[in-house]
């Protein structure tokens, strides 16, 4: 048999991809899902029932891992679409699966890093075995609010190194909120654009420029998620490998920064670490671990060398009120000024000296002194 080699200027047809919508609570998830291409969906979170009459496909109630680990293609031979209701909850359901093997747990009863990559290497090999069934796989998760600064961001209830993976594996995430229209109307828009208030990724080019998606009424649109996923696939099937190959490195580049911004401990930064460990072969890697080590500077981080992590700044203990004074009668005692010496220290005030350097910035003070008596 002949072997179908398909040429770098030509279209890579795709058949099942990848979708992820997080959204705010109570805006209707579950029966998104459902208006999915004949869908079935994996309950982990336990909230089909909830959807009353908008639950147009069928359920698998998963209460525990082994309810669905050894699912066979022709178990979904009439479904066309799988949605993982939430994802955030099948990750936990693999936790607890793996938590009742003795050589998985610690002694506080929680998995082992080792367990913890076994968790995310079945998930991983379990999405890839419903993607080779031809189906395609909805991931439903719920929207946290973080703080950054004066910014506040909206990503997936998802622990940092998932959270990065599920986004690389991911063709389309969307952001599903409400928003006030000109009418003083209450709406709801899904945003598959990303910006700094909402993780997103649009390799499937929906929403046009904006990457807004307004969703309708779904009792009279019961297929929306359907056609939005058909579209996403003609746009995907346009384009070659390269040019597919290009625009998802530039959004998972993209993402990683936007990742990096948003860490405030050195925790956040080794979580994205481990995560660019698994992609040293991105074309984008060097720019990555740029970002990781810029980011490491602007907090203070400091990396240990000996195990390979980033660990936090140690605290601040600056001089106190009669060693302020003392040093200022040294200066003094010198034909010095506070000004001039802060200046020359790189400080706006003696109290942010950290007291245990205040030898050496006392012999600094002598020199400073020596120099401007010899001039």
């Known amino acids: 048999m002949s072997i179908n080699i398909i040429p770098a200027d030509q279209a890579l047809n795709i058949s099942a991809i990848i979708t992820y919508i997080y959204a705010d609570p109570g805006l209707g998830k579950t029966s998104l899902g459902f208006t999915a291409d004949n869908a079935i969906s994996f309950d982990f979170d336990r909230g089909a029932h909830r959807t009353g009459e908008l639950r147009r496909g069928a359920v698998i109630p998963v209460q525990q891992w082994s309810d669905i680990e050894n699912i066979k293609e022709n178990d979904l031979a009439a479904f066309n679409t799988v949605v993982i209701d939430t994802v955030g909850a099948m990750l936990e359901c693999i936790k607890t699966h793996l938590l009742k093997t003795a050589n998985n747990r610690q002694q506080d009863q929680t998995l082992k890093l080792k367990a913890q990559g076994l968790a995310n290497m079945k998930f991983k090999q379990y999405i890839n075995t419903l993607l080779s069934f031809g189906k395609d796989v909805v ?12 910014q506040v961001i ?9 959270r990065n993976e599920l986004y690389r594996i991911a063709d389309m995430m969307g952001y599903m909120t409400t928003v006030s229209t000109s009418e003083g109307k209450h709406a709801r ?3 598959f654009n990303p910006s700094p208030a909402h993780h997103a990724k649009n390799s499937g080019g929906l929403g046009g420029k904006t990457g807004e998606v307004w969703v309708p009424d779904l009792k009279d649109n019961p297929h929306f998620l359907a056609g939005l996923i058909k579209d996403a696939k003609a746009h995907i099937n346009t384009l070659t490998p390269a040019q597919l190959a290009n625009i998802k490195a530039q959004e998972d580049l993209n993402n990683f920064i936007q990742s990096c911004s948003e860490a405030q401990y050195a925790s956040d930064l080794n979580q994205l670490t481990e995560t660019l460990k698994a992609d040293e072969s991105h074309m984008y890697f060097h720019n990555m671990r740029q970002a990781i080590v810029s980011r490491a500077r602007a907090l203070g981080c400091v990396a240990n060398k000996e195990k390979k992590t980033w660990e936090n700044p140690p605290e601040f203990n600056g001089v106190n009120d009669q060693q302020r004074d003392d040093l200022q009668a040294f200066i003094d005692e010198r034909g010095l000024d506070v000004k001039t010496v802060c200046e020359h220290l790189g400080v706006d005030a003696l109290t942010q000296i950290e007291s245990s350097q205040l030898n050496a910035v006392k012999e600094e003070i002598n020199t400073l002194a020596k120099e401007g008596a010899r001039a």
């Open 139 to 150: 991931f439903i998760a719920h929207a946290s609010e973080d703080q950054n600064g004066d």
């Open 154 to 162: 909206y990503r997936p209830e998802l622990g940092g190194k998932n």
């Open 189 to 191: 828009v899904i945003n």
